[in-house]
């Protein structure tokens, strides 16, 4: 496994409890599967003291879990979203292809990892038979890793309101 528990040296400072740091195969703290927060923690002083403190310097910054996360799902929602109501089957199949490709090159490696496995059991197969079937899959999918996270499920039956029309938005 390439999760450690501060046995690598990736946590150098001796004050912060050793987090979990998710490293990437290249054997280093993976910043798009840590929080940024807890990547900082695994970075040397040095490194730490040259953070841009700004939020907008920051979010010019390569992605963190939760940034690259936000933004995913928002791809996969629209993307959902627009998807036709009676999609050819080479759509569906291509759709289909799509998510398994998705879930091989999906940054936080770890995070892919439990995306495939969550798409290889035969109940959870991509349904890319209609938009309202595949952006339902898509919130299912969502909520398994919300449930993981500890956060609170998503109400599927909103999915449009959410992602499609809202005219309050
Ligand atoms: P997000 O979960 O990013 O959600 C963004 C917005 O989507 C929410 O504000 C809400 O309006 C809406 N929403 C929430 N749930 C649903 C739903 N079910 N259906 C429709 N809309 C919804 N992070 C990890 O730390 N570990 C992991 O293993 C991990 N695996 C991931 C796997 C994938 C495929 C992706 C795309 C992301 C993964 N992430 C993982 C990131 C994680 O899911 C969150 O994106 C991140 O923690 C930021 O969360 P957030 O609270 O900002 O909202």
């Known amino acids: 496994s390439n999760t450690t528990a501060g046995n690598t040296g990736a946590n150098s400072s001796t004050n912060d409890k050793p987090k979990n740091i998710i490293l990437g195969k290249d054997g280093k703290p993976c910043r798009a599967c840590n929080t ?12 730490r003291a040259m953070q841009p403190r700004s939020e ?3 979010s010019e910054c390569p992605p963190d879990v939760e940034e690259l996360g936000r933004s995913t799902w928002t791809f996969l929602h629209s993307m959902a979203a627009y998807y036709p109501e009676n999609p050819t089957a080479m759509e569906q199949i291509e759709t289909a292809q799509f998510i398994r490709t998705f879930s091989k090159l999906y940054p936080c490696w770890s995070c892919a990892e439990d995306f495939r496995k969550f798409i290889a059991k035969p109940e959870n197969a991509p349904r890319v038979s209609s938009r309202e079937a595949l952006s339902r899959w ?6 398994e890793v919300n449930r993981k996270l500890g956060k ?6 909103l999915w449009k309101k959410r992602w ?3 005219d309050e938005c």
């Open 164 to 166: 499609l029309e809202n």
């Open 152 to 157: 609170q499920e998503f109400n599927c039956n």
């Open 138 to 143: 898509i919130c299912g999918a969502h909520n």
């Open 36 to 47: 940024l927060q807890d990547f900082l923690g695994s970075q040397p002083e040095k490194k």
């Open 56 to 58: 907008k310097i920051q």
